[in-house]
């Protein structure tokens, strides 16, 4: 079956754009994660969503960055007047519930210039 | 103290030898940790769950120590293409999720 997918797969921004990261999970997985992963660091947990509802956003860096899942599947991830500190790999990861095993995605390279 | 600690490598092993990770955690009551392995440029997959009683699969071991507030991964018999970066995850509550920085282990032939 289908794994997770995000799209698009690389981003390059100029300095104060707006961008938007989608995020398809498996099918029925009700759990949904945003993490940022810096070159050479783990990941870091930006917001987890459980169907539509967005249970934890306290990852989020600034009120720049905003989430969501409004039919419980798909999720987009925006980031509005991007700045340089925002480039990083952007991973979505889907689970059936909880933390349990998570699937990621291959990531959304952003560079912001 | 950070949350979840690993020492960042590299770790340099020749292949057959038997290479250990540790990963220590502030929070007391973390319920859930996890092993998860990260190629280059790719993304993290799991690896293991950590138990409490500990657990084996295949070549690999990982065990909990609550007392200590660490976690271990044991590879056995090591191959080249155990070459990766192992990130230690713990997990406070349902919906809370931390990653260490991760462990280079590169498998010399």
């Known amino acids: 079956g289908a794994g997770v997918s995000q799209s698009p797969r690389y981003k390059v921004a100029k300095r104060g754009q707006d961008v938007a990261l989608r995020c398809d999970p498996i099918?029925?997985?009700?759990?949904l994660f945003w993490y940022q992963q810096a070159l050479g660091q783990g990941p870091e947990f930006l917001t987890y969503?459980?169907?539509?509802?967005?249970?934890?956003k306290s990852g989020l860096p600034s009120d720049r960055f905003f989430a969501e899942r409004p039919e419980g599947s798909v999720s987009t991830l925006k980031i509005q007047r991007t700045q340089q500190e925002d480039s990083a790999v952007y991973l979505c990861a889907s689970s059936p519930s909880g933390v349990n095993e998570q699937f990621f995605g291959p990531g959304t390279r952003l560079t912001v210039l | 103290r950070k949350e979840v600690e690993q020492d960042p490598g590299p770790f340099n092993v020749p292949e057959g030898a038997t290479v250990a990770f540790n990963c220590t955690y502030s929070n007391s009551a973390s319920q859930s940790f996890f092993w998860y392995r990260q190629d280059c440029r790719k993304e993290p997959k799991l690896l293991m769950s950590?138990?409490?009683s500990g657990n084996e699969d295949g070549r690999f071991t990982a065990q909990l120590n609550r007392a200590s507030q660490y976690i271990s991964l044991l590879i056995r018999d090591s191959k080249l293409s155990d070459s990766a970066t192992y990130l230690c995850?713990?997990?406070?509550?349902?919906?809370?999720?931390?990653f260490g920085k991760g462990t280079r282990l590169h498998i010399l032939p």
């Open positions: 969503f459980q169907n539509e509802a967005q249970l934890d």
């Open positions: 995850v713990v997990s406070p509550w349902d919906d809370k999720i931390i």
């Open positions: 950590v138990y409490s």
């Open positions: 099918s029925g997985h009700v759990s």
